[in-house]
């Protein structure tokens, strides 16, 4: 191999030698290892750490978004993403005042629905068996509690239907069209009463929202209404963006009479909602000293390899490499090793939670669910988070390469060549 030509020879703007492609042919050189294996062993060691890191790191990250997200979207579709409470009910003030309300609130910018909703709470029972339950009236097919038209309709005998959350249901042990007793207390002439009525069960409703399933049942507005003249009556308000609720909450709040109340989604649940974030947080710090610590088996093969390489080193060195380029060999070697371990591990990720996601691995009994809200925790690696987790995996493992890649600027060639 010719040696390069001294510097006074060379042309200005020709290229300096052992530069260039050259840096990153002996970094892949390197990772090979001798002999004519794909990849040597201790850069396979250090792959396969950092592969598991980033793969425990990814499903955790899935399981926290996946959580929050169907818990939001749950909370939302269950009730709405904004909600308003009159002062006065629109049966006090004989709905026309609610239903020009009402009417200006469909014409907001942002927003897609207003419905009126009845609410009562009270006991229903049949046969043996009895449980609390939250009676929500509403129009049919409103939300993941909706009913339709045909199940809330009176039967021959007047009775009306009722839905019923599947989980409710069960408890109840009731067939189709059975009837039921509801009670509530409600007031009257200045004194508490007991208010019974019959309602027939019409079916069940799924929302993946244990206390929905567990502890609601829907019918029709004005069946609510005959129930309890003066329930809890509001305005639930669906937006085209979620993130915009509080904004549009506010607008609301404006334009609203005194005395109505107006809240969103995220106000309603900003403690869960921060412990939650709080909770992410928290598990990706910690999974993240699992990939600090798969970093350090990076950084230890590239210690193994400048002693290994120590010869090669060397040579190159009298032939010309200056440290500055030899040290970039290093950094590309524990660079192209996270950058492969990472996506390694994002894809193994992804491939755990969506087989987690698509079959419910993670499932919850009745009385689990009714702590964690859902029967079934979802899976959802977000491109934020693989984008989080990539980016935090590269700059952990760069920084653990930066020391050993040092020790190749003090290589001497001669200390190097002495004895070989």
């Given at each position: 191999m010719p040696l390069p030509a001294p510097a006074a020879a060379r042309r200005p703007d020709a290229p300096a030698p052992l530069s260039g492609s050259l840096i990153l042919a002996l970094a892949v050189r390197f990772l090979r290892g001798r002999g004519n294996r794909l990849i040597s062993s201790t850069a396979l060691s250090a792959l396969a750490a950092s592969t598991l890191g980033v793969t425990a790191m990814g499903v955790a990250m899935a399981l926290m978004t996946g959580y929050?997200?169907?818990?939001?979207?749950?909370?939302?579709?269950?009730?709405?993403?904004?909600?308003?409470?009159?002062?006065?009910?629109?049966?006090?003030?004989?709905?026309?005042?609610?239903?020009?309300?009402?009417?200006?609130?469909?014409?907001?910018?942002?927003?897609?629905?207003?419905?009126?909703?009845?609410?009562?709470?009270?006991?229903?029972?049949?046969?043996?068996?009895?449980?609390?339950?939250?009676?929500?009236?509403?129009?049919?097919?409103?939300?993941?509690?909706?009913?339709?038209?045909?199940?809330?309709?009176?039967?021959?005998?007047?009775?009306?239907?009722?839905?019923?959350?599947?989980?409710?249901?069960a408890d109840l042990g009731v067939a189709p069209g059975e009837h039921l007793r509801l009670v509530i207390v409600a007031v009257g002439e200045g004194r508490p009463k007991f208010v019974y009525r019959t309602l027939r069960f019409a079916g069940t409703f799924s929302s993946g929202f244990a206390e929905f399933d567990r502890e609601w049942a829907v019918t029709s507005r004005e069946t609510v209404a005959a129930i309890a003249p003066d329930g809890l009556e509001s305005l639930e308000v669906g937006v085209e963006d979620l993130d915009r609720a509080p904004a549009i909450a506010a607008a609301i709040r404006a334009i609203s009479p005194d005395g109505t109340l107006v809240t969103d989604w995220r106000e309603l649940n900003r403690e869960l909602f921060a412990a939650l974030s709080l909770q992410k947080a928290a598990l990706f710090l910690l999974l993240g000293l699992i990939v600090l610590v798969s970093t350090f088996n990076v950084a230890s093969s590239l210690v193994v390899l400048v002693r290994e390489r120590r010869r090669d080193l060397g040579v190159l060195a009298a032939l010309g490499l200056a440290p500055e380029r030899m040290r970039w060999v290093f950094l590309l070697y524990g660079g192209a090793l996270g950058l492969a371990g990472t996506l390694a591990g994002l894809g193994l990720a992804g491939t755990i939670s969506w087989v987690a996601d698509r079959f419910e691995l993670v499932r919850f009994g009745p009385e689990v669910a009714s702590i964690y809200f859902l029967r079934a925790v979802p899976f959802r690696l977000s491109l934020a988070d693989a984008g989080l987790i990539a980016g935090f995996t590269l700059v952990v493992t760069l920084l653990s390469c930066w020391l050993p890649s040092r020790r190749a600027l003090t290589l001497d060639p001669s200390a190097a060549l002495r004895y070989e």
């Open positions: 929050r997200g169907d818990l939001q979207k749950k909370l939302v579709g269950g009730n709405a993403a904004v909600l308003v409470y009159p002062q006065t009910s629109s049966r006090e003030s004989g709905g026309a005042e609610s239903a020009r309300f009402a009417a200006e609130l469909r014409r907001m910018p942002g927003i897609t629905r207003v419905d009126p909703v009845a609410y009562v709470q009270g006991v229903i029972a049949t046969g043996g068996h009895e449980a609390q339950v939250t009676l929500r009236g509403s129009a049919p097919g409103q939300g993941l509690l909706g009913a339709t038209s045909e199940q809330l309709a009176p039967d021959a005998e007047g009775i009306p239907g009722v839905v019923l959350g599947v989980d409710l249901a």
